[in-house]
T-cell receptor
Framework: AQRVTQPEKLLSVFKGAPVELKCNYSYSGSPELFWYVQYSRQRLQLLLR??SRESIKGFTADLNKGETSFHLKKPFAQEEDSAMYYCALGPGGTSYGKLTFGQGTILTVHP | ETGVTQTPRHLVMGMTNKKSLKCEQHLGHNAMYWYKQSAKKPLELMFVYSLEERVENNSVPSRFSPECPNSSHLFLHLHTLQPEDSALYLCASSRGTILAGELFFGEGSRLTVL
């Protein structure tokens, strides 16, 4: 069965500090991993996906198959990064967007 | 209007009512989805439609009935719901089967069942 665990419901950091949002997954095949973000009063939107290996808004995430993790990192947090972050897993291939989401982590960046 | 639009944004209904949620996407996508977001629970996939054909039904009770008349519109018909069905219902779309994990979400319909 697919499962995504985000152990931190709340995470607070100060502006300029590094931030890491943890995500662990359980899946027997080759998964696709994603981070979605929801800013205040905005809709849920894709932040990044592991296959793209890109940095979006200074965030990066590396898929670690050995540790079954896909942690989201940013070296210097900004106040505008405050949002709800969801890690999501897709079964890969023709998955039709059948994503399994984690519980989400609320990130607050203090000035 | 661009993106994914959901109506109504808020709905209050009794357990004996029949109502429908509507979703419309203006992105030219081939796949559409209903997700349910309950308090203290992760987003749960309910239904998937690809090219107007249902490809997934995640063991959803029959009191929820989806309808996809074309690739741009998706409905969720509701009848004899229970109070525990109160939740935020999110519609999403994607380009189709390839790289389908990039979902474009609507703002959601907040449902309260009395």
């Amino acid at each position: 069965a697919q499962r995504v665990t985000q152990p931190e419901k709340l995470l607070s950091v100060f502006k300029g500090a590094p931030v890491e949002l943890k995500c662990n997954y359980s899946y027997s095949g080759s998964p696709e991993l994603f981070w979605y973000v929801q800013y205040s009063r905005q809709r849920l939107q894709l932040l990044l996906r592991h296959i793209s290996r890109e940095s979006i808004k200074g965030f990066t995430a590396d898929l670690n198959k050995g540790e079954t993790s896909f942690h989201l990192k940013k070296p210097f947090a900004q106040e505008e990064d405050s949002a709800m972050y969801y890690c999501a897993l897709g079964p890969g291939g023709t998955s039709y967007g059948k994503l399994t989401f984690g519980q989400g982590t609320i990130l607050t960046v203090h000035p | 209007e661009t993106g994914v639009t959901q109506t109504p944004r808020h709905l209050v209904m009794g357990m004996t009512n029949k109502k429908s949620l509507k979703c419309e996407q203006h992105l030219g996508h081939n796949a559409m989805y209903w997700y349910k977001q309950s308090a203290k629970k992760p987003l749960e996939l309910m239904f998937v439609y690809s090219l107007e054909e249902r490809v997934e039904n995640n063991s959803v009770p029959s009191r929820f009935s989806p309808e996809c008349p074309n690739s741009s519109h998706l409905f969720l018909h509701l009848h004899t719901l229970q109070p525990e069905d109160s939740a935020l219902y999110l519609c999403a779309s994607s380009r189709g089967t390839i790289l389908a994990g990039e979902l474009f979400f609507g703002e959601g319909s907040r449902l309260t069942v009395l």
